[in-house]
C-alpha cells in the first residue's frame, strides 16, 4: 500500500510535509517508522520473518513489528496499529517501553533509498505465540528465541543469513535493553 507519510529533517524534526511512501524510498527523505520488540517472561524474543514477497531483505529475520508511521499519526499508534496488522496483536499505549530513536540510513540496489528514524519500543508478549495470526505478504513466520541463541545468530550474522547483517548494532543494543528488562 502507498500510503502518505510525514517527512521529518535529517535530525527527526517535523518538516510539515508529507508524501507518498514511494516517493519517500525513490527520492530519499528522511521519516519515521515504529519498531516493536516482544519479548516472553521466560526471557525469549519473538522475530519475523520478513515475507519472501518484500522489496527489501526477502525472508530474513528481524524486529517483531515494524512499519511506518503514517501522516498525522502518533509514533504509538503507529506501533498499536502496525502490531495488530502484522501479528494481530493488540496492544495498549501503556505497555509499550520507548527504549530509543535509532537512526537507519541505507541504499539498496533495487532503487530504494531507507532514510528511516526507527523509534523503537519494548513490550512483555503475554499470549502463546500459536494465538498470532501473521499478516501475509508482510510476515512469512515468527518464532522465539533465547537471549543467547539472539547473541549467537547475532554473532555470525555476517554469513549465516538469518538477521539483516548491515543491523548488528542496532540488534545488539536491542539485546541489551531487553535483557535489563528481563
Given amino acids: 500500500m502507498d500510503e502518505f507519510i510525514d517527512i521529518v529533517d535529517a535530525s527527526g524534526n517535523p518538516t510539515g510535509k508529507t508524501a ?7 527520492k530519499g527523505h528522511y521519516h519515521n517508522t515504529a519498531h516493536l520488540w516482544l519479548y516472553t517472561k521466560a526471557g525469549e524474543i519473538l522475530l519475523a520473518q520478513r515475507s519472501f514477497t518484500k522489496a527489501i531483505c526477502p525472508g530474513l529475520w528481524d524486529v517483531s513489528v515494524a512499519g511506518h508511521v503514517d501522516a498525522g499519526e502518533t509514533i504509538e499508534q503507529a506501533t498499536i496499529r502496525e502490531t495488530q496488522e502484522e501479528i494481530g496483536l493488540t496492544l495498549q499505549e501503556h505497555e509499550l517501553l520507548k527504549i530509543g530513536v535509532f537512526p537507519c540510513f541505507q541504499h539498496y540496489d533495487n532503487g530504494i533509498i ?7 519500543f519494548i513490550a512483555k508478549l503475554q499470549i502463546p ?5 501473521p499478516q501475509p505478504n508482510e510476515v512469512e513466520n515468527l518464532k522465539l528465541v ?3 541463541m539472539f547473541e549467537g545468530l547475532l554473532k555470525h550474522s555476517q554469513t549465516n543469513n538469518h ?5 548488528s548494532s542496532y540488534y545488539t543494543a ?3 535493553q531487553i535483557k535489563i528488562v528481563l
Fill in 20 to 26: 507518498l511512501k514511494s516517493i519517500i524510498h525513490s
Fill in 114 to 120: 531507507d532514510n528511516e528514524f526507527h523509534h523503537t
Fill in 129 to 133: 505465540i500459536e494465538q498470532l495470526k
Fill in 146 to 148: 533465547s537471549t543467547s
Fill in 163 to 167: 538477521f539483516i547483517a548491515s543491523n
Fill in 174 to 176: 536491542i539485546l541489551d
